[in-house]
């Protein structure tokens, strides 16, 4: 079955950049799209089709997809941002969630 | 205002039968892609299945393959799980989950609990 790999935790400095990485076999080769989810809260999109960004989402969260990874990046990062992250793709007929990524401002 | 709303979960035996339901407003039901994703305690996301908006395409996890049936009524604009010889595994928070990119919208969740 096809999986995705993300890294289980990470931390970053208000105001710098984070870089959350999702790898797969063949990844570019579907569509990734990114979750944030913060404690006791449903999932919010805020990265769809590899690099578009939903109505509302704040422009400093971008995405891209290339070879075997995509990337979620957060610039000019802020303590709103602190919570888990969740990408995912579509295996032909199966959607698949990476493992999540903890995202600390610190 | 765009709305999900789950029900029908709670405390069920190992082996048991549950049925989840998911009642829509506020968005064009029969124009989206419908799913169930769940997520046990302390865990991440798991995706369950996906309907398409005429119910001609249905797919599973296979770690729900024929034992949970994903049903859809566009015109009560309800989204439906039948979960039957539930398993201690299956313990978590069940979203319903519409989309149509770039719209995507979560429900709050409903908790089965499989215990004995």
């Known amino acids: 079955s096809y999986e995705l790999t993300q890294p289980p935790s990470m931390s970053v400095s208000p105001g710098q950049t984070a870089s959350i990485t999702c790898s797969g076999d063949k990844l570019r080769d579907k569509y990734a799209c990114w979750y944030q989810q913060k404690p006791g809260q449903s999932p919010v999109l805020v990265i769809y089709?590899?690099?578009q960004r939903p109505s509302g989402i704040p422009e400093r969260f971008s995405g891209s997809n290339s070879g075997n990874t995509a990337t979620l990046t957060i610039s000019g990062t802020q303590a709103m941002d602190e919570a888990d992250y969740y990408c995912q793709a579509w295996d032909i007929s199966t959607g698949v969630f990476g493992g999540g990524t903890k995202l600390t401002v610190l | 205002e765009v709305q999900l709303v789950e029900s029908g979960g709670g405390l069920v035996k190992p082996g048991g039968s549950l049925r989840l339901s998911c009642a829509a407003s506020?968005?064009?039901?029969?124009?989206?892609?419908m799913n169930w994703v769940r997520q046990a305690p302390g865990k991440g996301l798991e995706w369950v299945s996906s309907?398409?908006?005429?119910?001609?395409?249905?797919f599973y996890a296979d770690s729900v393959r024929g034992r949970f049936t994903i049903s859809r009524d566009n015109v009560k604009s309800a989204l439906y799980l039948q979960m039957n010889s539930l398993r201690a595994e299956d313990t978590a928070v069940y979203y319903c989950?519409?989309?149509?990119?770039?719209?995507?919208?979560w429900g709050q969740g409903s908790l089965v609990t499989v215990s004995s």
């Open positions: 506020g968005f064009t039901f029969n124009s989206y892609t």
């Open positions: 089709q590899d690099n």
């Open positions: 989950v519409g989309r149509n990119p770039p719209a995507d919208y």
């Open positions: 309907i398409s908006f005429s119910s001609t395409y249905i």
